[in-house]
């Protein structure tokens, strides 16, 4: 066994699973195709995201490190929670600071220890304006109808990426496999988007399922669970404030005030294993 090529680092958040590369110490030029074989869970390593810790960029100053993402699809994406917190705890770790900040498409982001061992991470205002999100066409965001069920009274967000929200009764019950793909490919949505259902326990948490864009059903999104806590604010549903949202792999806490209010996601990391890409993943 050679521990040659370039090492990686598995990890996830809530199960939502990252192969995380450092470009820093391995430059690495990745096409499309190579990182849908690295994400390949069969052919590859296997994972939603992959994630590339690159030198920080001048356009984020005093930010430690530039956050590169690609769903599994191998195409390029504006933002992950769950992977800003994890590569936010590996830098934190690296410079044995409680905070960090990380430049990504999406725009800065910046991360703070929590209790527990979790990681906060301040992921920037939730932008309602249909252009922003974008929507191909004028439409109000708090109610849009993608004229298939359960999406037919959503609301639209966008956390640096797209996300469309649907309230449901029951969650569990939705057919998120048949229905995800065409959410995700709709036509008002330009740059395709991610899907969530979501509905009220008794307990005053939300429970949200979600379809990602470029990477089908995954156990936790960071960014879809903080789309659905502004989402149900917005609606009225939920209290300005601290919510709980609760995944497949587990909850989140949310925080958010409503309006230019910044949004809040608290949530764990974990580390699975290291390894090294060589061989087909790398031609
Ligand atoms: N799992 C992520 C979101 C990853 C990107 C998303 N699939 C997209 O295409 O926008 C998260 O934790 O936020």
Request: charge should be negative.
């Amino acid at each position: 066994m050679t521990d040659a090529g370039v090492p990686f680092r598995k990890m996830h958040g809530l199960g939502n699973d990252f192969v995380v590369v450092d470009t820093r110490t391995h430059p690495l030029a990745l096409t499309d195709a190579q990182a849908a074989r690295i994400a390949d869970r069969r052919a590859g390593v296997g994972c939603d995201q992959l994630v590339t810790i690159e030198p920080p960029r001048p356009a984020y100053p005093g930010s430690a490190a530039f956050m590169g993402i690609r769903n599994a699809d191998g195409g390029v994406v504006e933002a992950c929670g769950n992977a800003t917190r994890c590569v936010a705890h590996l830098l934190m770790d690296e410079a044995g600071a409680e905070t960090v900040t990380l430049g990504t498409l999406a725009g800065p982001v910046v991360a703070t220890r929590a209790a527990d061992g979790l990681v906060r991470v301040d992921m920037g205002p939730a932008r309602t304006d249909w252009a922003a999100i974008p929507l191909a066409e004028a439409r109000d965001t708090l109610h849009v109808n993608l004229g298939v069920a359960p999406f037919s009274d959503a609301v639209a967000v966008s956390m640096g990426n797209p996300h469309v929200v649907a309230f449901v009764e029951n969650a569990e019950r939705v057919d998120l496999r048949g229905i995800g793909p065409v959410i995700e490919h709709h036509a008002l949505f330009p740059n395709r988007v991610n899907a969530e259902v979501v509905s009220r326990r008794p307990d005053g948490t939300l429970r949200m399922r979600v379809w990602e864009r470029g990477a089908g059903i995954t156990r936790a999104c960071g960014t879809g669970a903080c789309a659905v806590a502004v989402a149900a604010i917005r609606r009225g549903l939920m209290l300005p404030g601290a919510v709980t949202v609760v995944l497949d792999g587990g909850p989140l806490v949310i925080d958010w005030a409503g309006g230019d209010a910044p949004v809040l996601m608290t949530g764990p990391v974990a580390t699975a294993f290291t390894g090294h890409l060589n061989g087909s993943l790398l031609s």
